[in-house]
């Protein structure tokens, strides 16, 4: 629900409108009854479990306002949580709770208006009861504890929060400024001179630093890039990305931690599609990491939650249909030998004829393919060896892949979607038993060459997750290319005047 009523609207909703039947005798019971529109529901419940008496002491307002002055140090705009006054201390009142109840929704839960932004957002609602715990900390006179309890509370959520405070205190001095590349491969001392002023905005230690070689190399590692210390394109397209655009970066990562549970379970598996990196936490401890390929930007690895039940060994590849279109069906008009050549079959092709030979391929519109193909287990099937079943409605899974080439790579965003995991054979061992103790069933699985599935003792959390701003190990903030314009879509979203909001498209890619 929204808790948005500002302005004139609230004026009107609060003036115009007839108390509902029942209301309750009292100014503040005739003005909350009289709002209109479901964002009023929760302000209405809020009241009616007080026997609509006023909530808001001169203290609890004072705690409250500024906590809402400070919501810019959420990433959110504190604009839009300005308590309207109304008609009198009554008006006042109800302000005042529609602007905390719109404040702990977004701190807590994210704006729904850009968790909607992309249609391939699949997490758990994380909703709370707001009304309630509002009620019983401005009745438990716990309102400051419970206020400074709302944002999420993890780590990396509170380096985020650091950060947006570095790289704004960045942008008061007037941003880091924009480097040519005349002058830096060769060395000019001019052009070497402006890069240590660069980096320096960013990396402290610099000032001790006789040699700007090991700042340029620890800049390249926290942007992902490789660090050879040499100021090539990618690295100059990163040092040339300005304070504005890290500070909306930041707040778009900010965003995205307010969609995820308060905390996440003692085993998991989380995928940084960005990064390009898997981690495994069991017990509450990383046991593994590895490097992964994740979808190209016009077929994304989507953002969600779901839960792994099983391993496939030697997995057949049931080839998605929009695949099968664009890329099967121009081979097969050119070779009707190719489903044969490359161990596939149809599932629901003519009888007798599993590689449809027979099939007048060329007369089948490009648009359209009535036929399910199925890769058998093998050499050439790109699921490799090892699949994680993963049920959820992008059909995407994590899964070992022949192409083994690709992990070397410094991009690795080249699948139709799912996550590819070079260190898939120890992932699936951990998987399966929380140690490495069921590696030998699995190679020996493997080595069988049949189809077998592997129940896991237990179903494991699995999260794709989208971070382009986070903190390495060591509490460094690292900075990652915004693979498919998350990002982007979101700063476009923000800017957007809040009456427009509502009417974004919300199912469109951008």
């Known amino acids: 629900m929204r808790f948005r009523l500002t302005g004139l609207a609230f004026v009107l909703a609060i003036s115009c409108g007839a108390p509902a039947a029942g209301a309750e005798p009292g100014k503040i019971g005739f003005l909350v009854q009289a709002m209109a529109g479901r964002d009023a529901a929760a302000i209405v ?62 701190v807590r839960e994210g704006r729904p208006f850009l968790r909607s932004l992309d249609p391939d957002v699949a997490l758990p609602e994380n909703s709370h009861d707001a009304v309630t715990e509002l009620g019983d900390a401005i009745q438990s006179h716990s309102l400051a504890a419970y206020l400074r309890s709302a944002p999420p509370p993890g780590a990396q959520y509170g380096r985020l929060r650091s950060a947006l405070a570095d790289y704004r205190a960045i942008q008061r001095r007037g941003g880091w400024p924009a480097l040519s590349p005349d002058g ?45 210390g040499k100021p090539g394109p990618l690295t100059l397209a990163a040092l040339n990305v300005t ?40 017990g509450g401890r990383e046991v593994l990491t590895s490097r992964v390929v994740v979808g190209k930007p016009d077929t994304p690895t989507p953002i969600l939650r779901a839960e792994g039940g ?17 890329e099967i069906l121009p081979k097969l008009k050119a070779n009707r030998f190719y ?18 030979l027979h099939v007048r391929w060329r007369e089948i519109p490009p648009d359209h393919s009535p036929y399910l193909i199925q890769q058998h287990p093998g050499a050439k099937n790109p699921l490799g060896a090892i699949k994680l079943e993963l049920p959820n409605r992008f059909d995407v899974y994590l899964h070992d892949t022949p192409a083994k080439g690709a992990f070397s790579r410094p ?14 054979l120890p992932l699936a061992s951990y998987a399966l038993t929380r140690d490495l103790a069921a590696m030998k069933e699995i190679a020996d699985a493997i080595s069988s060459g049949e189809t ?26 690292q900075f990652r290319a915004d693979l498919y314009g998350r990002d982007r879509r979101m700063a476009a979203a923000v800017s957007l005047p809040i009456a427009a909001r509502s009417d974004y498209p919300n199912c469109s890619r951008g």
């Open 243 to 282: 304070a504005d655009a890290r500070v909306r970066q930041i707040h778009a990562n900010m965003e995205r931690w307010r969609w995820l549970p308060r905390r996440f379970e003692a085993d998991y598996l989380a995928v940084n599609i960005p990064d390009e990196n898997l981690s495994l936490v069991l």
């Open 184 to 228: 830096l491969l060769k060395g000019d001392g001019e052009a070497m001179t402006r890069l240590r002023e660069r980096l320096a905005f960013e990396d402290p230690a610099l000032a001790t630093d006789a040699d700007i070689d090991p700042a340029l190399k620890r800049f390249q590692a926290r942007h992902g890039l490789e660090p050879d």
């Open 310 to 326: 099983s391993l496939t060994v030697n997995p057949p590849w049931n080839i998605p249909q929009s695949i099968a279109r664009k």
């Open 452 to 477: 077998r599935h592997l129940p896991l003792r237990r179903r494991l959390p699995v999260y794709f997750l989208y971070w382009t701003a986070f903190a390495a190990k060591d509490g460094a903030l």
């Open 45 to 106: 419940d809020f009241y009616r479990r007080r026997n609509f008496a006023p909530a808001w002491t001169s203290e609890d307002a004072a705690i409250l306002i500024a906590t809402l002055g400070r919501a810019a140090d959420e990433g959110l705009e504190p604009g839009n949580y300005l308590p309207v006054s109304g008609t009198g201390t009554d008006g006042r009142d109800i302000g005042l709770t529609r602007a905390a109840l719109d404040y702990l929704r977004d």
């Open 411 to 424: 991009g690795r965003a080249v699948s139709h979607g799912c996550v590819r995991v070079e260190r898939i």
């Open 339 to 356: 489903l044969q050549s490359q161990d596939m079959i149809l599932l629901n092709g003519p009888e007798g004829d599993p590689y449809g």
